[in-house]
């Protein structure tokens, strides 16, 4: 099923220490909104959703969140890299060194490792897609926010190509390939359910004209 590639998908050259981001970014490992946990959701959600499209998207974004993993745990390696016992201690990872030293473990900002209750599985198609829409989201803000916390240009850069990846991911989950047509009626329900009929009647119109040139209500879409 994969094909490892052995470099990431973006760089990570980090040349200075800096505990304090390590201990911020690595709740994008193992954290509720974390790459750990959207990569385990997309794998378990796909097996029910009731087209091969809507199980080739939620495949494709869990094997790439599998990279963004691998990305995440190298900005927390080399942030840590070199440091000692007790600058480990002084930046608040004393537990950190206790339990790991200066390896990367799947857990939050605050140290509570990784569980499986982060995300659900349901077996409904509409109400998993609306919680991976809302978890992408998330995830985005949660970028954002690491974004704030630093200015070194080495750590903002991964961090944004990152951020860009959630809001595609969030677009890929509403909308599929453009080459889905037969998709059309499953991402209809799905967006009325999240966004209401309004929405869904415009965001669908939208998609439709690209896929088939016919609006969700039966009548031609405005070109």
């Known amino acids: 099923m994969f094909k490892y590639d052995k470099k990431l998908p973006y760089p990570i050259n980090i040349k200075k220490k800096d505990l304090k981001m390590a201990k911020n970014i ?6 509720a909104n974390g790459e750990l946990g959207a990569s385990l959701r997309y794998l378990n959600q796909r097996y029910t959703m009731p087209d091969d499209m809507g199980k080739a998207v939620l495949s494709d974004i869990a ?18 890299d070199g440091a000692t016992p007790e600058e480990l201690k002084k930046a608040g990872l004393g537990s950190q ?15 509570i490792p990784f569980t499986a209750a982060y ?5 409904d198609p509409l109400t998993d897609l609306a919680e991976d829409m809302a978890a992408e989201q998330k995830a985005r803000t949660v970028y954002e926010n690491l974004m704030d916390l630093t200015d070194d240009e080495d750590i903002l850069a991964p961090l944004s190509f990152l951020r860009e990846r959630e809001v595609i991911h969030y677009e890929r989950t509403i909308f599929g390939p453009e080459s889905a047509p037969n998709h059309l009626y499953f991402v209809a329900a799905i967006t009325f359910a999240v966004y209401g009929a309004g929405v869904a009647t415009g965001v669908l119109n939208d998609f439709v004209s690209r896929c088939t040139n016919v609006g969700i209500t039966g009548q031609r879409a405005v070109s």
């Open 97 to 111: 060194y206790t339990e790991h030293k200066n390896a990367v473990f799947p857990q939050d900002a605050n140290g």
């Open 119 to 123: 995300f659900a599985v349901t077996g």
């Open 63 to 80: 094997t790439e969140e599998m990279a963004h993993m691998e990305i995440i745990s190298a900005m927390v390696y080399q942030l840590l």
């Open 26 to 31: 690595i709740t994008q490992l193992g954290g």
